[in-house]
Every structure is written in C-alpha cells, then in structure tokens.
C-alpha cells in the first residue's frame, strides 16, 4: 500500500494555469500533488558567445526552491554566495530536457530561458519543473510565431518528465516525497510526447534492481508522461 493509498500506476492529481506573470513571454503555475513549480520563459535577442554567428538558437534553465518550499526552512542560495550541487545538477538536467525538444536553427539566433521556481515540494520537483517549463516555453515561442518575429515553429514535440521507483519491493508512478524518502530505487525519466527517451537517470538508493523491474518503470513512465501530455494540451 502507497503511504497517499494511490495504486502502483496512479499519478497525482495535475493541474496547470497559464498565464501567471504578467511580464512573461510565457508562464505558467503546474501543479503535481503537493508539488507546485512556477514556470515562466524569457525572450533575449542574443544569443551565448558560443552561438554566435552560428544561426542557431539556445533554451535554457534556472531552478530554484524558495525557502520555506520543504517542511523546514532552508537558506536562499544567494545569501551562500553560490548555487548547491543539486540545484546546478537539476537546472542543468532541464535545460537539456527542453532543448531536445526545439529546433533550434527554426528558433534563429535568441536565447530563451526558463525559470522554475519551487514554491512547495513533495517529490519529483524536476520533473514538475521539465513538465511545467515546456509549457512557459511552448507559449513564448507562440508569441514569437504571432509577432512573426520567427517564421516556423521550432517546437518538435512534447517533453515532460515524471518518476518512478521502487517502492516496498513494488515498482511506482510518480513518488511523493514520502515514498521518495524510503525508495529503495529512484528514477526521473524525461520524454518526448511521442514517447521517445530523452533522459534516463536511475540509481539504486538502498538496493540492486534487475530487468524486470526496470522494464516495468520504463512502462509505468510511459503511462505518465501521457497523461502528463494530456494535461498540457488541455491548456494550449
């Protein structure tokens, strides 16, 4: 039994609202359970030292948590002087994400950054994050495609992302942080709409797994991630 009494394959209620910050290109406020994530996307006409003169565009992330998100308060970053490992691991992980779905030569040379900023956590912050901020960027771009300041959609596909582990020797949908704390195996598995692997991360928290397990988390994450899908268009 599931400590919130959900059954193996049972993802949390999901909602998204749009339209949340007024000076965004794009925004949202995604809702995964207990997991709430403010997601907007910001428009530069600029692109990275790296990219230019390349005609190539560039999507990126920065993620946050704020301080009282978790059940204790836990101190800014910015009065540490540094991001943590984790935050800079996880930023990272969603801005690859969002990428594998752009074509970025469609998206000319500008920078798009999306930020996902952590207002409650119950697990699966980064995959709410991937989920939430594909939805802030599919709306700025749709900006761009209105304002024919670009002239095709670079947009691909779909990407979201949702959990999956082991827990009390069952494989699971979508941890909260409950189960998440106890997971002897813990997953994030990052998507295409069409159900085309983007990243796969997986570590054996407290034991091994073997094949069957881990082909019954692919399948279970298959089933996430479409109705993680559902629930974006259902808001587009």
Known sequence: ?????????????????????????????????????????????????????TGLGWVTAEYGMLPRAT???????????????????????IGRALRAGVDRSALGERQITVDCDVIQADGGTRCASITG???????????????????????????????????????????????????AVDGNFVMLGDGRMIEVQMSGEGAVFDKAKMDRMIDLAVKGIGELVLAQRSVL
């Open 71 to 93: 059940n204790t308060r836990n101190r800014r970053e910015a009065a540490q002087g540094k991001q943590g490992g984790r935050t800079v691991e996880i930023q990272r992980l």
């Open 133 to 183: 901020g594909w939805i802030a960027l599919r709306l700025a771009i749709d900006r761009l495609l209105k304002a024919g300041t670009i002239q095709s959609d670079p947009i691909i596909g779909h990407v979201a992302a949702v959990s999956c582990g082991v827990y009390a020797g069952q494989p699971v949908l979508d941890l909260d942080y409950d189960e998440d704390s106890a997971a």
């Open 1 to 53: 039994m599931r400590p919130s009494g959900r059954k193996l394959d049972e993802m949390r209620p999901i909602s998204i609202e749009t339209g949340v910050m007024r000076h965004a290109e794009g925004s949202c406020l995604i809702k995964v359970g207990g997991t709430h994530v403010l997601c907007t996307a910001s428009v530069e006409e600029r692109t990275p030292p790296f990219l230019r003169n």
